[in-house]
């Protein structure tokens, strides 16, 4: 089932995007939410007066994502734990800490976003990928501290 998309949806398109669903999804989940409209005529015209808007849009987002993946590149955050005698974290540092440190900032980006492969478990500085938007992505200098 083809679907017009009024919001971003992560995975499956943009706003104003023509995409192929299956037909639950689209009745059970796009439809009631209003993510999403059904693909005929009268809703092609309508997306296609607002084409424009949403171009600028997207043009937007994309000039604040590369400000914002340029501005965590050049920033280091530091983030304190507990250690025990061989500087051995008690617990670990996950996406959520360092979300956090970087809302204290005044950054805000989702944990989901911030792409670590395992939790870091022990002293020093790392580089953690973070993903800005669509293909734009930045490298976050992340120094772990003793309390």
């Known amino acids: 089932m083809k679907v017009i998309l009024v ?13 192929d669903v299956r037909p639950g999804y689209a009745r059970n989940y796009l439809f009631p939410k209003g993510l ?11 997306i296609k007066a607002q084409r424009k808007k949403f171009e600028l849009k997207k043009i937007k987002k994309r000039e604040e ?24 974290l008690f ?3 996950h996406e959520a800490d360092i979300a956090k440190a970087l809302s204290d900032l005044g950054y805000t980006v989702e944990k989901k976003n911030i792409m670590l492969k395992d939790p870091i ?9 973070v993903k800005i938007y669509e293909d734009i992505k930045a490298e976050l200098k992340v120094w772990v501290v003793k309390e």
């Open 65 to 88: 994502a590369i400000k914002l993946a340029e501005e965590l590149s050049n920033l280091s955050i530091n983030i304190t734990a507990s250690v025990a005698k061989n500087d051995k």
């Open 91 to 93: 617990g670990a540092i």
């Open 7 to 19: 919001k971003d949806i992560p995975e499956l398109g943009e706003e104003g995007d023509v995409v």
């Open 121 to 129: 478990k022990a002293l020093g500085v790392y580089k953690v990928p």
């Open 36 to 46: 999403a409209v059904e693909n005929n005529q009268f809703n092609q015209n309508r």
